[in-house]
């Protein structure tokens, strides 16, 4: 009967140690602005590496733009590691330095052409992503649905 005592008091102690280490363990919280580029452009862990988001609509002033057969096969990849590219073979870099502030630099394939441009994005989660071009003139909104 003593011995069943010291056991169970060992194995007491054993569980609250490790009840205490379970506690005293360090969990990383995400601030916002990480947590939208990891649903952008992926963890950068294995498998996680990028996201594509493939157009689905596009808005302009409010109204919506029919898009052609081949517009609506238009990719933009983000890369974890902040590489862009997309479909029409264009690169280059992206970044996401405060929350809702997509920045990218883009070189065109077609005429070695380096542009920037700044999104303010309206809408992210795992499926979908809206865009809004920051443009003083026009105002223009992209909704691009996962294609990975």
């Not at 490790?18 to 498998?47: H, I, N, P, S, W």
Request: glycine share 4%; aromatic share 10%.
């Amino acid at each position: 009967m003593l011995e069943k005592m010291i056991s169970l008091k060992k194995h007491g102690y054993l569980l609250a140690l490790l009840m205490l280490f379970q506690f005293c363990t360090k969990k990383v919280v995400l601030t916002d602005v990480e947590f939208q580029r990891q649903l952008l452009a992926g963890t950068g862990t294995y498998q996680n590496m990028e996201r594509s988001w493939r157009l689905d609509s596009t808005y302009i002033n409010g109204v919506a733009i029919s898009l052609t057969t081949y517009q609506r096969t238009f990719v933009k990849t983000f890369m974890h590691d902040g590489i862009y590219k997309d479909s029409e073979l264009n690169n280059g870099t992206w970044e996401l330095s405060k929350l809702n502030t997509l920045r990218q630099k883009i070189t065109y394939s077609t005429t070695s052409k380096i542009d920037s441009c700044s999104f303010e994005i309206l809408l992210i989660n795992a499926a979908q992503l809206k865009l809004k071009l920051n443009n003083a003139t026009v105002k223009t909104e992209y909704l691009f649905k996962i294609a990975n």
